[in-house]
Nanobody, 125 residues
Framework: QVQLVESGGGLVQAGDSLRLSCAASGRTSSSYVMAWFRQAPGKEREFRAAITWSGSRTSYYADSVKGRFTISRDNAKNTVYLQMNSLKPEDTAVYYC?????????????????WGQGTQVTVSS
């Protein structure tokens, strides 16, 4: 079992930055892929970024956030981060941290076993 707790959301203006954190506890010594998704009201949950937990720390991004968002992790703190720069009003959503076992990432929510409670990000124009 893995428990995930997100933090760092808030209300910002267009062009601002935010850094989301996801603290993991439980079986974090295992090989997990960590990911960030978002869900806007009335829309499906969407993949934003993923990173492998061990080994090469390979990261993956949705096309719409490449160059603006950066996913990283601190193994000593069992924490994954999502640095979001140049935020746009369309980035407004609840952001969720997710984890899946193994070495390969997935862009679909059903591919993940564990989820946090979400943190709200609101970007005003």
């Amino acid at each position: 079992q893995v428990q995930l707790v997100e933090s760092g959301g808030g209300l910002v203006q267009a062009g601002d930055s935010l850094r989301l954190s996801c603290a993991a506890s439980g079986r974090t010594s295992s090989s997990y892929v960590m990911a960030w998704f978002r869900q806007a009201p009335g829309k499906e949950r969407e993949f934003r970024a993923a990173i492998t937990w061990s080994g090469s720390r390979t990261s993956y991004y949705a096309d719409s956030v490449k160059g603006r968002f950066t996913i990283s992790r601190d193994n000593a703190k069992n924490t994954v981060y999502l640095q979001m720069n140049s935020l746009k009003p369309e980035d407004t959503a609840v952001y969720y941290c997710a984890a899946r076992g193994g070495r390969y990432y997935s862009t679909t929510p059903s591919g993940y076993d564990y989820w946090g409670q979400g943190t709200q990000v609101t970007v005003s124009s």
